[in-house]
């Protein structure tokens, strides 16, 4: 059985790879190619040509209407824009509960590598009484901190729940970064860099850094062909890559 799929924001970077990947499985027919500027965050539902998935790569401020059109027309949604905080997860989770055979898959960022590393700096973080993330992106992206930063944090953050937040001094400075669930993260855009993530954590007498460089976009095409396979069949609200993959 052949799923037919729409992409919303196959213009940009990452929909036009989420595209290629769509055509190159046997499983799946590309049925609509749209960008942000189509509309599919306030047409109708026919917008999206009859697809049975939507994925949404397009930005933050669009995100939660394009989900919620994909979601009214029946479909399965895999988002990959960032910007997706607990409250609007939150939201979500809750409204699908009345769409039972409806399912959302939200994946902050496709790469096996970062999904390994987020998961790392997990298992060390309660050994560690400071921890920070540095991220770096080109000089395009319009949203910071990025959605594996703060996925990272929370992650993190859920780690500790038994030895507390992380310590972060002199935290009310704007040098030292945004705080999310506790832990400093502090977002550096510059030309040159595709993507990048530090997980910085420090104890007594020591420091252990957790790195992820991307430095080609063939790093997400795994991620992809496993979310597109995983989301067919998703119900309610799933989070991460870490989840379809079993780490963490």
Known sequence: MVTPVAVVGATGRLGALVAS????????ELVARLSSKDGAHEAPPSVFAGAELVVDVTVPALSPAIVENALAGGANVLVGTSGWSQDRLAKLRAGLEARPDQGVLVVPNFSIGS?????????????????????????????????????????????????????APHVDQRARGQQVASVPIHSLRLPGV??????????????????HDTNDDVAYVA??????????????????????????
Do not use: M, N, Y
């Open 21 to 28: 990947v769509v055509e190159e499985l046997p499983d799946f």
């Open 115 to 167: 999904v390994l590393g987020t998961h790392l700096a997990t298992i060390a973080a309660p050994w560690f009484p400071a921890v920070e993330i540095v991220e770096t992106h080109h000089a395009g992206k319009v949203d910071s901190p990025s959605g594996t930063a703060v996925r990272t944090a929370e992650l993190i953050a859920d780690a500790r729940r038994e030895v507390g937040p992380v310590d």
């Open 194 to 211: 595709k993507a990048v993530q530090d997980v910085l954590l420090s104890g007594p007498g020591e420091t252990l850094t957790i790195r």
């Open 223 to 248: 991620g992809i062909r496993a979310a597109l396979s995983s989301v067919v069949s998703q119900r309610g609200l799933t989070v991460g890559l870490g989840s379809v993959l079993g780490i963490g």
